[in-house]
């Protein structure tokens, strides 16, 4: 019996970035045997301010333009009320910048938009046991929705990861591994362990489910601008999670003829990790990877990102533009927004010292929206 007609939902296949070869979800594959990325084989979506499912108060409320079926309702037992989140101005003064707070989520970043999707699919694909590795806030979201619905869950972080950081990780029931070495080792042993039978890996650079949790980002902003698309977003990115979402989300709003235009996508990179600027500006369709240095913009301190491919394209598509977070005002860029009414940890301060550069420039952006993905109590 086909898993299917286990729990009677439509089941998507993943297909190859590369090579184009398809897979079926409930394999638990992560990657194509060419080593292509792997995306989502999709339906075409039917999508309008009309069929919103207005008494849904979480990203689910957007259930017709996310990949699960309408007689499905296991997402109803993950779901913590994620999303929803204020768009409010940075600054009365300047009503053309609007800022998203994305910290306001159940584990305090825009990463539970992702996580709540992914591990519904991943219960409704039958895992009983996952593995991520992250230090960060994917680690801490996905452990929290994962425990919730009783799956398994192990996460992998270097040794140098904060105790504090895993003390959250494991208040919400998961096995926390701790991986001598760098980064890359940690990713390695998540791998090997993501390559046991009946394993879920549950990764939000590698799993395409999770961006279709973090499209939710921009339906919200055309709910909440009633049927309007700002003209530029300014979104930090490292390994893509929220600026692809995005990207996804704008993209299907444009086929289905509800915006005119896509907006901008600028991204944000730090000055001290910016393989992706690097790339853009020589005009390559490839990332590679750089040396990284230290930065407080950790969250989008990647030194090869994996779908850097697709974060081009999504540049270019819009007409966007990469800008750099000078290091020594991430800082001030934090007490100025805390000043302002929102307290944020440094990876979202920093796509707002960017920002402050590149907009004495370039007024003529329109109306932007900046997303305060993490809390600060995060990071402090
Ligand atoms: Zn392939």
């Given at each position: ?360 420039n370039h007024k003529s952006l329109g109306k932007v929206i900046l997303p305060l993905t993490g809390a600060g109590l995060k990071s402090?």
């Amino acid at each position: 019996m086909s898993i299917k007609n286990i729990i009677g939902v439509e089941i998507m296949d993943y297909v190859c970035n590369e090579c184009k070869r398809k897979y079926a979800p409930y394999e638990f594959p992560y990657i194509c045997k060419c080593g292509g990325m792997l995306n989502l084989d999709k339906a075409n979506t039917l999508f309008s301010i009309n069929n919103i499912i207005k008494d849904e108060w979480s990203i689910f409320r957007y259930l017709k333009v996310l990949p699960f079926h309408m007689k499905s309702n296991l997402w109803q037992s993950v779901t913590m009320g994620e999303g929803l989140t204020s768009l409010v101005a940075l600054d009365r003064k300047d009503p053309n910048i609007l800022v998203k707070m994305d910290y306001m989520m159940p584990t305090l970043s825009f990463k539970d938009r992702g996580a709540a999707v992914l591990i519904a699919k991943a219960k409704e694909f039958g895992a009983k046991k996952l593995v991520q590795d992250s230090s960060g806030n994917a680690g801490n979201s996905v452990a929290a929705y994962a425990n919730r619905v009783g799956i398994d869950c192990h996460i992998y972080v270097p040794e140098d990861t904060s105790p504090k950081k895993i003390t959250m990780i494991q208040s919400h029931g998961a096995n926390v591994h701790i991986i001598p070495g760098t980064r890359a080792d940690t990713a390695k042993a998540a791998l090997n362990a993501a390559n046991e039978d009946g394993v879920f890996y549950a990764s939000h650079v590698y799993n395409p489910y999770f961006y279709e949790g973090t499209k939710t980002y921009v339906y919200e902003i055309y709910e909440q601008l009633q049927g309007e698309m700002v003209d530029t977003l300014i979104i930090p990115v490292g390994n893509g999670t929220l600026l692809l979402g995005a990207y996804y989300g704008i993209k299907e709003l444009y086929e289905l003829g509800l915006i005119e235009k896509l907006p901008r996508i600028i991204g944000v990179q730090s000055e001290n990790c910016s393989p992706i600027y690097k790339a853009f500006k020589e005009g390559k369709t490839q990332v590679e990877e750089i040396v990284a240095r230290k930065t407080q913009a950790e969250g989008i301190a990647i030194a090869l990102p994996k779908r850097g491919d697709q974060i081009l394209e999504a540049i270019r598509e819009t007409d966007g533009d990469v800008i750099l977070a000078p290091e020594d005002k991430i800082l001030d860029a934090q007490r100025d927004l805390a000043r302002k009414g929102f307290y944020v940890e440094t990876t979202t301060a920093s796509t707002f010292a960017a920002f402050n550069k590149f907009y004495k420039n370039h007024k003529s952006l329109g109306k932007v929206i900046l997303p305060l993905t993490g809390a600060g109590l995060k990071s402090s």
